[in-house]
């Protein structure tokens, strides 16, 4: 009899032990995933946090551009208001959404301007215009590309949202899915041929 009950009592603590075992992998495995989630969550903020560098720069450019273009183009004016519209637009935006919509009206804007100055060679040849093409050029590669890390970490994110076990996790931090950066219209997406 105390040898069936030091058994039952040995597996009575193996299974205990087995149990918690079981329990601290979970905790450990749940602390994680939602370590992970946050870790997820901030490289998606700091990656629109750098678009938003990169915005700032091409808005503060775009009033020298301005400038340079109506000197030449006095009758384009309409072209012109769009983009200085696009521009406070784009300054006043504080939410993801509106910076996303503010980012498109300023290509448009943009690809406007340069059609505009495909109709006046002296403006093309101007040095003024040139340096400022050429940093325009290097900020919407730099935004291209700082999108598309955007997009790459919104992507994990959002499909470890999903998953399971880990939606679990998600759901109880009560995470939404984030958006991706992506262009508003076909027009956006057409190939747009400028030369300068």
Request: aromatic fraction near 8%.
């Amino acid at each position: 009899m105390n040898l069936l009950m030091s058994v039952g009592t040995i597996v009575g603590i193996a299974v205990g032990a087995a149990v918690a075992l079981i329990v601290i992998i979970l905790v450990c495995w749940g602390i994680g995933a939602r370590n992970g989630f946050v870790r997820n969550r901030n490289t998606c903020e700091e990656a629109f946090a750098t678009i938003d560098v990169y915005l700032k720069k091409r808005y503060d450019l775009i009033p020298n551009l301005v400038e340079t273009v109506k000197g030449y183009a006095k009758h384009e004016s309409e072209t012109l208001e769009r983009v200085i519209s696009a521009r406070k637009s784009g300054i006043a935006a504080t939410t993801l959404s509106e910076k996303v919509a503010a980012d498109a009206a300023m290509t448009r804007a943009i690809v406007d301007v340069k059609k505009v100055a495909e109709h006046y060679p002296d403006l093309k040849a101007n040095v003024n215009f040139l340096d400022l093409s050429g940093q325009l050029k290097q900020i919407e590669t730099q935004l291209a590309e700082q999108r598309k890390y955007y997009n790459a970490v919104v992507k994990k994110f959002n499909t470890d949202k999903e998953l399971f076990p880990k939606s679990v996790i998600a759901g109880m931090m009560h995470l939404e899915k984030m958006p991706y950066f992506e262009l508003e219209s076909d027009e956006e997406r057409q190939n747009v041929k400028v030369k300068f």
